[in-house]
């Protein structure tokens, strides 16, 4: 157990729609990022939040989206869902303040667009 | 900017045989290195990580990494492999300045039978 959790676990969309993914950070960390792991494929860094604000993103188009909260926990957001958007989409909660330690990983959600 | 290379995407091996799983990376800045394991529908769990000092790393499961930055190399090893082994293996390295995202390999499969 990291102490990471995303929900949902799975879920299937249809093309064109939009989703929202939440991950719960683990206790004390005040840095998020969101992965993108396409099948067969390592994961690819969307976007880090430190402290509410964006602090990176990676080759991503402005569909996908972030919010961190006041808690720490974050969502992700995408809208105009394509089919290439299937994937197992990662979060990871870290410390940044003191040095860069580890990444801690949820389970992952499991993305499916029809 | 970063990147990962793992030269192996399969490696079959019998159990209790040693496993050498190779990675090399590319990157301007300095790094910290890691290695993640994932097991079937699951997210990353750390394996072992190189941040500073002595350049062997242990970690969990028996595994162990040398740095390597000569070579710029951080292959994993472990002396006598189980079937629970048997997952997906990523590498991944972050720079160390700005610790803003994780750079991951394309990720091997290690296949461990009797």
């Known amino acids: 157990e990291t102490g990471v959790t995303q929900s949902p676990t799975h879920l299937i969309k249809t093309r064109g729609q939009q989703v929202t993914l939440r991950c719960s950070s683990q206790?004390?960390?005040?840095?998020v990022s969101w992965y993108q792991q396409a099948l067969g494929q390592g994961p690819q860094f969307i976007f880090q939040?430190?402290?509410?604000?964006?602090?990176g993103r990676g080759n991503f188009p402005p569909r996908f989206s972030g919010l961190q909260f006041p808690n720490y926990s974050s969502e992700l957001n995408v809208n105009a869902l394509e089919l290439d958007d299937s994937a197992l989409y990662l979060c990871?909660?870290?410390?940044?303040?003191?040095?860069?330690?580890?990444?801690?990983f949820g389970q992952g959600t499991r993305l499916t667009v029809v | 900017a970063q990147s990962v290379t793992q030269l192996d995407s399969q490696v079959p091996v019998f159990e209790e045989a040693p496993v050498e799983l190779r990675c090399n990376y590319s990157?301007?800045?300095?790094?910290?290195l890691f290695w993640y394991v994932q097991y079937p529908n699951q997210g990353l769990q750390l394996l072992l990580k190189?941040?500073?000092?002595?350049?062997l790393v242990k970690g969990i499961n028996g595994f162990e990494a040398e740095f390597n930055k000569s070579q710029t190399s951080f292959h994993l090893r472990k002396p006598s492999v189980h079937i629970s082994d048997t997952a997906e293996y990523f590498c991944?390295?972050?720079?160390?300045?700005?610790?803003?995202?994780?750079?991951f390999g394309t990720g091997t499969r290690l296949q461990v039978t009797l």
């Open positions: 990871s909660s870290s410390v940044q303040t003191g040095g860069f330690t580890e990444a801690f």
């Open positions: 206790s004390g960390h005040n840095t």
């Open positions: 939040y430190y402290r509410e604000e964006e602090n």
């Open positions: 990157s301007s800045v300095s790094v910290y």
């Open positions: 190189y941040l500073s000092g002595s350049t």
């Open positions: 991944a390295v972050i720079d160390t300045g700005t610790a803003s995202k994780l750079t």
